[in-house]
């Protein structure tokens, strides 16, 4: 089955630790993106990708990195300097940019 | 810039009645697309329907439609005949000018009683 899969499901961390998060898919997309979402709001974006090795930051980049080395995959790296990293961030993949994205099951990132 | 507004942060329905879920939008670009997600408790968000700024007749997904305004730059979400499996968070939308990225509304929740 085609799909975006994003691991782990939950994830715990004590502050000051970097972090990365996993995302891979195997629908042949070229664009993948990044987004966190807080309680109660709406989606941010952090970063995304339109082609392999290249992506460009998005509305809140900052304490945050990025590596698009693989077209199936885009891993989103949480730094120390993110400062307030507790959300919920959600890949999600389009064929090319600007069109429907497909998106992930997310992960849950609790820094302590 | 743009900007979605979802001025209703919550919506109640019962089964089987029509649900009509608001979203206005600001844009000074003539081209552009609206789309609807569905994120139930699970956290996924399923994408549900797309309007572009061009198409002359509203979208229509199966029970989901879209009364696209486009004068009054409003993008309704309309969900006939609700079911239980509707209970979930709805985000309105919008593709950027540069046809890469989506500005999304802060979302409204939709509750479907028996």
């Known amino acids: 089955d085609g799909g975006i899969t994003q691991s782990p499901k939950y994830l715990f961390r004590k502050e000051g630790q970097n972090v990365t998060l996993s995302c891979e898919q195997n629908?042949?997309?070229?664009?993948m993106y990044w987004y966190r979402q807080d309680p109660g709001q709406g989606l941010r974006l952090i970063y995304y990708?339109?082609?392999?090795?290249?992506?460009q930051k998005g509305d809140i980049a900052e304490g945050y990195s990025v590596s698009r080395e693989k077209k199936e995959s885009f891993p989103l790296t949480v730094t120390s300097a993110q400062k307030n990293p507790t959300a919920f961030y959600l890949c999600?993949?389009?064929?090319?940019?600007?069109?429907?994205?497909?998106f992930g099951p997310g992960t849950r990132l609790l820094v302590l | 810039a743009q900007k979605i507004t979802q001025t209703q942060p919550g919506m109640f329905v019962q089964e089987k009645e029509a649900v009509t879920l608001d979203c206005t939008y600001d844009?000074?670009?003539?081209?552009?697309?609206l789309f609807w997600y569905k994120q139930p408790s699970s956290g996924e968000m399923i994408f549900l329907i797309y309007?572009?700024?061009?198409?002359?007749q509203n979208a229509t997904e199966g029970r989901y439609s879209l009364n696209f305004q486009k004068a009054r730059k409003s993008a309704n979400l309309v969900i006939s005949a609700s079911q239980l499996g509707d209970s979930a968070m709805y985000f309105c939308?919008?593709?950027?000018?540069?046809?890469?990225?989506?500005?999304f509304g802060k979302g409204t929740m939709l509750l479907v009683s028996p």
């Open positions: 990708s339109q082609i392999v090795n290249d992506f």
């Open positions: 939308a919008m593709r950027d000018p540069g046809y890469s990225t989506l500005t």
């Open positions: 629908l042949n997309h070229d664009a």
């Open positions: 844009t000074s670009d003539q081209s552009y697309g």
């Open positions: 309007q572009g700024s061009y198409d002359e």
């Open positions: 999600a993949s389009s064929i090319g940019a600007g069109e429907t994205q497909y």
